[in-house]
């Protein structure tokens, strides 16, 4: 597609149940990102995945979340057991990577997850 | 860890004022550095960059940004906003060392009243 998509645009679920968020980047984009950006809150960097290497998990808040990306393309982030400190935004960008070095970022519209 | 500082949380102008959001950054090193605008209820659009070059960058809807390096600083202005410009605006800075890891500024929300 012409941006990056990212599914469901809204969630609600309840404390304690898991929920997976969906991101399909820019084709031909290798650089993954995912933050997540809380109610008055700038943007907390997750997880960075660039092509075939390890994927950069430094902003992991817990291990209850996790993200795989399937064949350099589209990403899954999970958050298990929710809590409502998980309540936010979660936005997921992508962009080219030449010789290393970083190009623009392009962001999709977030999946606003609610914990109740 | 670098970091990057916003230091104007809210800011509310009248139109036809002109405007400077101030955006500083910890890393002394090779920096890029972005300016990003959420309009409401939409998604982050780049609004300028700088990688290299001139140090005033323009970018679109007639914003500027001025890389001083001495100070560490990207400043983003406009000489007149306009309504439309109300939005939130976010400073990012990409250290060339730090892997391709963007880290964004606090933001800063832009009200301007018509």
């Known amino acids: 597609g012409a941006g990056v998509s990212q599914s469901p645009s809204n969630k609600v679920t309840e404390k304690g149940k898991d929920v997976e968020l969906r991101c399909d980047p820019i084709?031909?984009?290798?650089?993954l990102y995912w933050y997540r950006q809380s109610l008055g809150q700038g943007l907390e960097f997750l997880i960075y995945f660039q092509g075939n290497s390890a994927p950069d998990k430094s902003g992991l808040p817990s291990d209850r979340f996790s993200a795989e990306r399937t064949g350099g393309s589209v990403s899954t982030l999970t958050i298990q057991r929710t809590q409502q400190e998980d309540s936010a935004v979660y936005l997921c960008?992508?962009?080219?990577?030449?010789?290393?070095?970083?190009?623009?970022?392009?962001f999709g519209e977030g999946s606003w997850l609610t914990v109740v | 860890a670098q970091s990057v500082s916003q230091h104007n949380h809210h800011v509310i102008l009248s139109e036809a004022a002109s405007l400077e959001l101030g955006c500083n950054y910890s890393y002394g090193g090779t920096v890029n550095l972005f300016w990003y605008v959420q309009y409401p209820g939409q998604h982050l659009q780049l609004l300028l960059k700088y990688f290299s070059g001139d140090p005033l960058v323009k970018g679109i809807k007639g914003f500027e940004a001025e890389f001083i390096k001495s100070k560490f600083s990207f400043n983003l202005r406009k000489p007149s906003v306009q309504w439309s410009d109300t939005a939130e605006y976010f400073c990012?800075?990409?250290?060339?060392?730090?892997?391709?890891?963007?880290?964004f500024g606090g933001g800063t929300r832009l009200m301007v009243k018509p």
């Open positions: 960008a992508s962009s080219l990577v030449a010789g290393g070095v970083i190009n623009t970022i392009y």
């Open positions: 084709s031909g984009h290798t650089a």
């Open positions: 990012a800075v990409n250290h060339n060392n730090a892997g391709n890891m963007l880290t």
